[in-house]
Nanobody
Framework: QVQLEESGGGLVQAGASLTLSCLYSGGTFGRTAMGWFRQAPGKEREFVATISWNGELTLYEDHVKGRSIIYRDNDKNTAYLEMRRLNTEDTAVYYC???????????????????WGQGTQVTVSS
């Protein structure tokens, strides 16, 4: 059974940087596309970034494009989301997601992902 565990969230000031980690277990991480989503209070879950199974393709939502990087370390079974120049609108619970199929390119659509972590809270203060 695939399990995902996020870490790296916390309380930071506006303008700071933060790197979230997603530890994957129970499957074949090296063949799995990964994604990051977030949900702010009172809002629906929204796409943040995705990375293909081999790391060659990445996609970002407009609100984080240019100040975020998604990457993966297959030796550590871990996906990362590095975010820079954080602002208060980035405050949300961030979720890691894994595709249940192999050799996928990643997706912006939450329903494409079979497995989800419990989330890690990111709070940005002004």
């Amino acid at each position: 059974q695939v399990q995902l565990e996020e870490s790296g969230g916390g309380l930071v000031q506006a303008g700071a940087s933060l790197t979230l980690s997603c530890l994957y277990s129970g499957g074949t991480f090296g063949r799995t596309a990964m994604g990051w989503f977030r949900q702010a209070p009172g809002k629906e879950r929204e796409f943040v970034a995705t990375i293909s199974w081999n790391g060659e393709l990445t996609l970002y939502e407009d609100h984080v494009k240019g100040r975020s990087i998604i990457y993966r370390d297959n030796d550590k079974n871990t996906a990362y989301l590095e975010m820079r120049r954080l602002n208060t609108e980035d405050t949300a619970v961030y979720y890691c997601a894994a595709d249940g199929r192999e050799y996928r390119l990643g997706s912006k659509t939450a329903s494409e992902y079979a497995y989800w972590g419990q989330g890690t809270q990111v709070t940005v203060s002004s």
